[in-house]
């Protein structure tokens, strides 16, 4: 038997205002802006479904959205976004870093290292 996916749009835009910043909600606007329609697809299939599945903590999930941030590369304004994200969900910077070490044999050495610039500049600006 095939489980029906869970799309809850209400829930999706709710979980945004949760997780993501007021600069990449701001991006997803001019996105809206550009590709009427495709904000609302990523935020209801992305915030009101995938998000909303059992089987992980949003911790878990964020540390699987750094990996695969950092493997894909060239996507740092998503990055930067997912770091500040990681420390909102209650994440230390510790453990953000640590993630970004513990990826340089998996993905490459200039990959976790392009992650770590990423990174150190976003928590920078962030502050302590």
């Known amino acids: 038997m095939i489980n029906a996916a869970r799309l809850?749009?209400?829930?999706?835009?709710?979980?945004l205002e949760v997780l993501q910043d007021e600069a990449t909600r701001e991006g997803l606007r001019g996105i809206e802006e550009t590709a009427p329609g495709f904000t609302d697809w990523i935020v209801t299939a992305l915030f009101g479904g995938t998000y909303l599945r059992e089987g992980?903590?949003?911790?878990?999930?964020?540390?699987?959205?750094?990996?695969a941030l950092v493997a894909v590369g060239g996507v740092d304004p998503q990055l930067a976004g997912h770091v500040r994200t990681s420390l909102r969900i209650g994440m230390t910077r510790e453990e953000?870093?640590?993630?970004?070490?513990?990826l340089a044999p998996?993905?490459?050495v200039p990959k976790a290292l392009a992650g770590l610039r990423v990174a150190a500049t976003t928590l920078a600006e962030v502050g302590p």
Do not use: C, K, P, T
Request: proline share 0%; charged share 30%.
């Open 96 to 102: 953000v870093i640590e993630v970004f070490v513990h």
């Open 106 to 108: 998996y993905v490459g």
């Open 56 to 67: 992980l903590s949003l911790r878990d999930r964020q540390v699987a959205n750094l990996a």
């Open 8 to 15: 809850d749009r209400d829930e999706g835009y709710r979980l």
